[in-house]
């Protein structure tokens, strides 16, 4: 008599679960991109000019007019405008690109720590998951996704070193700090605790110190060379304890409940309607993270807990996290160890199914709101997605050289692939000479030489937000400056013979 072998089903029910969350990924991503939350904007345009400019040879060490923000992503980049062109599309592609790669980077990692199933939720998760990152990192910013990418290959390292602490485990994680602190400093919060905990767990590491120290240096050697020529100005910590203060109060409330996904970016506003129920939440979160590093202390998942819990003092010490508080931006980087912390009890699949689902439901609550906020006339004017009309009038009128606010500049540039040069300025004065319009340098100026091409040339023009015309406009009117109207913008355009 025969034996009927029972087979088991091509698709189990876990990978069905993960290919529905790697669907709606990407769903919610087509959704950001064509909202107004994926509406490009200067900072993005930077971005494209930069790869543009990668191209040629250019490559800048930081991003344009700033002292931090590697070109690893501009770098990157550069295929994907040889073979698609340069716009957007091409432009997000990496960074996109880069999550998903966090996402199997933090698999591989939760695999030492909490084991293969809440590891593989822990990278579903990352694609989903908190809100913030979706927007952020649907759009090119430079350096943000290389944020999520590293935090989670840091942990991989020095998980590894932990194993087995012998030179190229080492080597390799001293050169990868190094590498990563040059793309972004806000990988230090991750990188002190994370260094910390390799030598707590294994001080025989401490023999290849020198080893790892010599690599890191390489890795950011860039780094180091631009700021020894620039009397090291990406250096930026607080100088005042009452602001270090300030910026450890905002990151309890309300950067970390926004970083959760507790509150919608930009807004503020609580995910849900009870503020009581949220705020037990919160405190029961602190309860049960301060219960579980005491338990864990001996184990491999005490890295996640002692990155977490040093990460705001950290944190704090850059000045720039005094001034943004609707913006969880600089937590992003956070992420990865968040995702971990949250999944590292998901083993059974029911329970893997309701932490996925309450991150999507968090996304459906949070992207329309965050979506609604870009409805609401803002304090800085936004560009619409179509700048054809705006080109269109430029070219109709002569005019290959403006001036105009930063939030228009650059994405002039980029749109017109530098066939228009556009640069900002701080518009406080402005005097004549034989009728043209001539402005003071501004330093500050994110690309010097597009301020001095503009400022060269023998006819310049200017662009405004209709609703934001600087005091200057005033002046460009009685000096005979025509004023076009195009949607949103205002042009002025010099006079006949200029």
């Known amino acids: 008599m025969r034996v009927a072998l029972r087979r088991r089903p091509v698709f189990t029910r876990w990978p069905v679960l993960f290919a529905l969350v790697a669907v709606a990924g990407i769903a919610l991503r087509v ?3 064509r909202s107004a939350l994926g509406i490009p904007n200067s900072d993005e345009a930077i971005c494209g000019l930069m790869v543009l400019h990668a191209l040629r040879g250019d490559i800048s060490t930081f991003y344009w007019g700033s002292s931090y923000g590697g070109p690893q992503e501009v770098i990157l980049s550069v295929p994907f405008f040889w073979i698609l062109g340069s716009g957007y599309l091409a432009l997000r592609i990496v960074p ?4 998903a790669v966090a996402s199997l980077v933090l698999w591989r990692a939760g695999r030492r720590i909490v084991g293969d199933r809440p590891a593989a939720v822990a990278g579903a998760l990352l694609w989903v ?3 913030f990152n979706l927007f952020q990192l649907t759009q090119q910013q430079s350096f943000f996704a290389t944020n999520v990418l590293y935090c989670a290959l840091i942990v991989l390292l020095a998980l590894r070193v932990v194993e087995r602490p012998d030179r190229v485990r080492v080597g390799i994680f001293g050169f990868v700090l190094g590498f990563a602190f040059w793309q972004t400093p806000q990988i230090v919060p991750v990188v002190v605790p994370a260094v910390v905990w390799v030598i707590w767990k294994a001080p025989r590491a401490l023999r290849h110190a020198w080893l790892a120290a010599l690599l890191g240096l390489v890795g950011a050697l860039p780094w180091f060379v631009w700021n020894v020529r620039h009397a090291w100005a990406s250096l930026s910590v607080h100088t ?5 203060g300030r910026s450890l109060r905002l990151f309890v409330s309300p950067i970390l409940p926004m970083t959760l996904g507790l509150r919608t970016p930009f807004d503020q506003k609580l995910i849900v309607p009870s503020t009581a129920l949220v705020y037990v939440v919160y405190a029961g979160l602190y309860v049960v993270f301060a219960y579980y590093a005491i338990r864990t202390r001996r184990r491999a998942v005490s890295l996640l807990y002692l990155v977490t819990a040093l990460f705001p003092f950290v944190y704090a010490l850059d000045r720039r ?6 913006w969880p931006q600089y937590t992003l980087v956070l992420t990865p160890v968040l995702a971990l912390l949250v999944t590292q009890f998901a083993k059974r699949y029911l329970l ?7 991150a999507c439901a968090m996304e459906l609550v949070s992207i329309p709101r965050m979506n609604a906020y870009y409805h609401v006339p803002q304090p800085v004017p936004r560009a619409p997605r ?9 070219d109709r009128l002569h005019l290959n050289r403006v001036y105009a606010d930063y939030w228009i500049a650059y994405l002039v540039d980029f749109v017109t692939k530098e066939h228009v040069t556009a640069v900002e300025n701080q518009f406080t004065e402005v005097s004549f000479r034989n009728g043209e319009a001539v402005l003071p340098h501004d330093p500050e100026a994110r690309y010097q030489p597009y301020e001095r091409t503009v400022a060269a040339s ?4 200017f662009v405004f937000f209709k609703r934001a015309v600087p005091p200057i406009g005033p002046a460009l009117a009685r000096h005979g400056y025509a004023r076009t109207v195009v949607g949103v913008f205002v042009v002025y355009a010099p006079p006949p013979g200029v």
Do not use: E
């Open 352 to 358: 893997a199914v309701a932490v996925l689902a309450l």
């Open 240 to 244: 005042d304890l009452s602001l270090y």
């Open 96 to 99: 996109i690109a880069l999550n």
């Open 386 to 394: 179509n700048l054809s009309p705006l080109v269109a009038t430029l």
């Open 458 to 461: 023998r006819r310049h023009g």
């Open 321 to 326: 996290t005094t001034f943004i508080t609707g």
């Open 31 to 33: 959704w950001i991109y």
């Open 129 to 131: 998951w908190p809100p």
